[in-house]
């Protein structure tokens, strides 16, 4: 893997530093487990959408959202070991090519959820190479956090989607997602406007 002379950060940090920069109620789709226990703790909101139980969701969806609120930001938060499991869906937001997504891989180079398995992008998989392979052309590895904030600034300015990864260390999740399959999305869509409370 080649992540230059990219700092190892911490998820919760980066996931706070994302939601204080958010605005115009973004939407944010948090990957299953630890990505999105970090999201829950850093800023409960109704525009966030918390996966459950499913790897390499997050990007789809996000995908899904982006392209039915186009006038509005979309963040996607995913784990490595996830977005290994859809590289499906990178060719497939380049080609649809979505100005309003924002991706954001959290890379600690293992499967924590499950027992810290080592992912292939502990070793042989470079993100960032593979989202620059599949289409997406604005997408970097974050040097530390100040680098992070400015590719996020970037990002929602950009003209088509973006990718940005992020070297994390293997600190555990700070939040515990509810577990409600249907308030999480009631919740969501609500937040979107797109229901009104019952």
């Known amino acids: 893997m080649n992540t230059g002379n990219t700092k190892t950060m911490n998820r919760f940090d980066i996931t706070s530093r994302l939601i204080a920069k958010l605005k115009h ?19 409960h909101r109704p525009q966030n959408f918390y996966m459950l139980g499913s790897m390499g969701l997050a990007f789809p969806i996000a995908l899904g959202v982006a392209l039915a609120q186009p006038g ?17 869906a990178l060719s497939t937001i380049a080609s649809l090519r979505p100005k309003n997504l924002v991706m ?24 960032v190479a593979i989202a620059l392979g599949s289409g997406l052309a604005n997408s970097a590895w974050a040097a530390d956090e100040e680098d992070f904030e400015r590719l996020v600034d970037d990002a929602m300015a950009a003209a088509g989607p973006s990718l940005i990864a992020v070297r994390i260390d293997d600190k555990p999740g700070l939040g515990t997602t509810r577990r409600d399959p249907v308030q999480i999305r009631e919740r969501f869509m609500q937040g979107l406007g797109v229901r009104e409370p019952l």
């Open 25 to 43: 109620e973004e939407a944010v789709i948090g990957g299953i487990g630890n990505t999105n226990f970090d999201l829950w703790a850093a800023g």
């Open 72 to 88: 509005r930001h979309v963040f996607a938060l995913e784990g490595d070991g996830s977005l290994l499991m859809q590289l499906g």
């Open 104 to 127: 954001i891989v959290m890379d600690n180079g293992i499967y924590q959820i499950t027992g810290a398995q080592p992912t292939p992008a502990a070793g042989v998989a470079d993100i």
